[in-house]
């Protein structure tokens, strides 16, 4: 079975631009977390998705948003971009119908920088 | 949503059991203890839960205590590749939450 996959893997952007991640759940599962990960901060919590409805929300600006379709892959966007936002962005799938927890099966991330 | 507490660091000879602690004082009845890792570079790999019994699969044993407020990730006969930062979650299964992945504990498996 295929692993959550995550495109692009690395990415340079300049200040006040935006941008678009992707996410490839693992076939089957319906529940999409995404994840920032910053030396400075460690692991936080973006968002989760299930059925094309975000279900639970971290503690970030209206900035970042995300969304997901039918097939269950999921894009995260970044608008207004920041120094502060190079990051690490990793997503989760999980099979789980009542939430993004038991396991969850992280991709290999995609490593963003703001210039 | 309960936070955790982990120490910073460990070191664990190669072969011995390494017996990662995690505090949890404020967990509430309906959240479960949940173990992550994550190896330099890598996406986290999920471990281990548990609610209230001890839990064990192939990778690790869980050890939760009788009162919730602690648990403890045993790793049986570490090796070289289980160097890595050890994350302790505590969450609910539904409703709103706020998944906290905390600071971890950075295992080092000495050879």
């Known amino acids: 079975k295929a692993g959550v996959t995550q495109t692009p893997r690395y990415l340079i952007k300049t200040r006040g631009q935006q941008v678009t991640l992707s996410c490839s759940p693992i076939?089957?599962?319906?529940?999409v977390s995404w994840y920032q990960q910053t030396p400075g901060q460690g692991l936080q919590f973006l968002f989760e998705?299930?059925?094309?409805?975000?279900?639970n929300k971290g503690n970030f600006p209206g900035r970042f948003s995300g969304r997901q379709f039918s097939n269950s892959r999921s894009e995260m966007n970044v608008s207004t971009l920041e120094l502060g936002d190079s990051a690490l962005y990793l997503c989760?799938?999980?099979?789980?119908?009542?939430?993004?927890?038991?396991?969850?099966?992280f991709g290999p991330g995609t490593r963003l920088t703001v210039t | 949503d309960a936070k955790t507490t982990q120490p910073p660091s460990m070191d664990c000879a190669e072969g011995r059991a390494a017996n990662l602690p995690c505090n949890h004082s404020?967990?509430?009845?309906?959240?479960?203890v949940y173990w992550y890792r994550q190896i330099h570079s890598q996406g986290p790999q999920y471990i281990i839960h548990?609610?209230?019994n001890n839990e064990t699969n192939e990778m690790a044993s869980l050890i939760i205590t009788e009162d919730r407020k602690s648990s403890t990730l045993i790793l049986p006969h570490a090796t070289l590749r289980d160097t890595a930062v050890y994350y302790c979650?505590?969450?609910?299964?539904?409703?709103?939450?706020?998944?906290?992945f905390g600071t971890g504990t950075r295992l080092k498996v000495l050879a």
């Open positions: 404020t967990i509430s009845g309906n959240e479960y």
């Open positions: 989760a799938s999980s099979s789980s119908g009542t939430g993004p927890l038991g396991e969850q099966y």
């Open positions: 076939s089957g599962h319906r529940s």
């Open positions: 998705y299930f059925s094309e409805t975000q279900r």
């Open positions: 548990g609610l209230k």
């Open positions: 979650i505590v969450s609910r299964t539904s409703g709103t939450y706020k998944y906290i």
